[in-house]
């Protein structure tokens, strides 16, 4: 008898550590919490509050008075719209819809863009730390993933520099992914750091993959998009962090005229459509600056208390937090031999001991991650307060 095989290599992925981390928290959560004490969660990178009103109320109409059946494999039109008309007002940007395709998340936009851009088994540089679906997606569609670890010396940033060195190292380079904001640092390019970085990759013959999907959420640097840079950059976007539509599972990729019959091809095969609802709801989502921007004032104020309080316990050599909402703190004085051996059991012994949920930087980078950790402060200012003054108990 032949025997059925085991996962294949691709299939065999690396979990997402900080949704295992949510995973176990919501279960300690249910059984209502540790020692007494409620769950507080710092691990995910999502907004505790829910779709602005706007949208809310326009989701509401749409299940009345829509069929909500398959939409347009590119989005509906008028969403493609809306988001045009985001990049002339907030860029001063000026995109046709006929380069804007809708995708399920930035997630379903990252499938998009590496199938269409690579041949199996291209290399794609990546910075490490970085968001861990990068590394794990690219493996599993058969690309090689060329981790280049930055740290303070270029603000944890790429430069032309790095990536030509990797390339001298590895073999020819096909692409280059960045993020800025960049999770899980949260530090931003500048305009002109951008620039070199999608000029290089034009001169190089590279495609420059630009995740802007902390657009929104920053503190004070200035947020510039790739299309200013290169006609042939892909930029990536999401309705999930500053618009706080996680759960609705859409968001946006614009690519050069070239990509856009193979882009809707592989979304018409693999995604069908976007979530109806949510794209009808979401053309509302650029009316609602103002309750958008209260939500970033209270990661504004989340991150004033986290950086006041948190070297009060012992974290030091913050990444700098120019945007997003986390931040990536060093952990190392605090591992020892019989005590934390690295940042996963600092983690799980902070989780299960004190009912705060951090992510390990094992998650971010795969050779320094031991230590290193991501806070989260896409929660509530309470939660912040709080399970600062847990952490600073628990390490006193
Ligand atoms: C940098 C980055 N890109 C993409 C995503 C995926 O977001 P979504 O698929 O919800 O748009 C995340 C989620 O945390 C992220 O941090």
Redesign the pocket.
Known sequence: MKSVPEVSSRGASAPFIAMEVMREAAVLAAQGGVHGKRIIQLAV?QPSTGAPHLVREAAARALQKSRLGYTDSMGILKLREAIARHYDEHYGQSVSPDRIIVTS???GGFMLAFLACFEAGARVAIAEPC?PAYRNILKSLGLEVVGIPVGPETRWNLTPELIAKAESRHGRISGVLV?SPG?PTGTMLDAVQLAALAKSCEAEGRWFIS?E?YHGISYGMAETTALAFSPDALVIN?F?KYYSM?GWRL?WLIAPPRMMVPLDRLAQNIFISPPALSQEAAVTAFGATEELDANVAVYAANRKLLLEELPKAGFDNFAPADGAFYLYTDISRFLRPGGNADSTEFCKRMLREIGVAVTPGHDFDTTRGGQTVRFSFSGATADMAEAAERIKAWLA
């Open positions: 990178g998340g930035s997630s968001y993020a999770n995740d999907i999401s999930s996680t968001g």
